[in-house]
């Protein structure tokens, strides 16, 4: 009789321990855990920049984010001016914004008063 192509499943099917099954599902376990933080850091970056959108952010010069967000896409920011903030949104922008330098100025108010004062001809 010949034998078929065919196979409809293996011969021997591999064989996997207990405690083989235990470590995998453990370090599975371990890299979602981390992957959902990653993923968490840059919701919390997102929602950052919606509900301070009035607050310049400056992404030039190019400034990098961390590499793990950079594989996810994010954007890295250089400069956050934080003259309308208080202390707990500076703590939550340098947690989150950890390439970027946090500076305590605006710079459209000095554009401003720079262009106001204008002088004669």
Same mark, same amino acid.
């Given at each position: 009789?010949?034998?078929?192509?065919?196979?409809?499943?293996?011969?021997?099917? %591999? $064989?996997?321990? *207990? #405690?083989?099954?235990?470590?995998?599902?453990?370090?599975?376990?371990?890299?979602?855990?981390?992957?959902?933080? !990653?993923?968490?850091?840059?919701?919390?970056?997102? !929602?950052? #920049?919606?509900?301070?959108?009035?607050?310049?952010?400056?992404?030039?010069?190019?400034?990098?984010?961390? $590499?793990?967000?950079?594989?996810?896409?994010?954007?890295?920011?250089?400069?956050?001016?934080?003259? #309308?903030?208080?202390?707990?949104?500076?703590? @939550?922008?340098?947690? *989150?914004?950890?390439?970027? @330098?946090?500076?305590?100025? @605006?710079?459209?108010?000095?554009? $401003?008063? !720079?262009?106001?004062? #204008?002088? %004669?001809?």
């Amino acid at each position: 009789m010949i034998s078929p192509l065919y196979h409809s499943r293996p011969e021997r099917w %591999p $064989q996997v321990s *207990l #405690r083989g099954l235990f470590v995998l599902v453990a370090v599975l376990g371990v890299f979602l855990a981390w992957f959902g933080a !990653q993923l968490k850091w840059v919701h919390e970056r997102h !929602q950052f #920049r919606r509900t301070h959108a009035s607050i310049p952010m400056n992404p030039l010069p190019p400034a990098f984010a961390p $590499q793990v967000l950079r594989i996810l896409g994010e954007a890295g920011i250089a400069t956050i001016y934080t003259e #309308r903030l208080n202390e707990n949104e500076i703590a @939550d922008a340098k947690r *989150l914004f950890s390439e970027a @330098d946090i500076v305590a100025a @605006d710079p459209w108010r000095n554009l $401003q008063s !720079q262009a106001g004062k #204008r002088s %004669p001809p």
